[in-house]
C-alpha cells in the first residue's frame, strides 16, 4: 500500500518545493520537519525496529502483520 502512495505523494512534494527549499515560504516551518520525519521513517526497512528497540533496552511489539 505504501509502495503505491509514495509516487504520487513524489510528484506532489517535487510540485510544492518548485518555488524554494520550504513547502510554506522561505523558510522552516513544523510541515517541512513532519514530512522529512515521514520520508526518514518510509525509507527504513521494518526491520529495523527490532535493532532499535534491543539497543534501547526495551521491547516492541510484533510488526509481523504488517509484512504481509
Known amino acids: 500500500l505504501v509502495e503505491e502512495f509514495i509516487p504520487g505523494f513524489e510528484v506532489a512534494l517535487e510540485g510544492m518545493l ?4 520550504f513547502l510554506l515560504g522561505d523558510r522552516p ?16 526497512p521494518p526491520t529495523s525496529a527490532p535493532k ?5 533496552n526495551t521491547s516492541i511489539p510484533s510488526i509481523s502483520f504488517c509484512l504481509t
Open 18 to 21: 518548485e518555488g524554494g527549499a
Open 29 to 44: 516551518r513544523l510541515c517541512d520537519f513532519a514530512v522529512m520525519g515521514q520520508g526518514v521513517y518510509l525509507s527504513r
Open 52 to 56: 532499535v528497540a534491543m539497543s534501547m
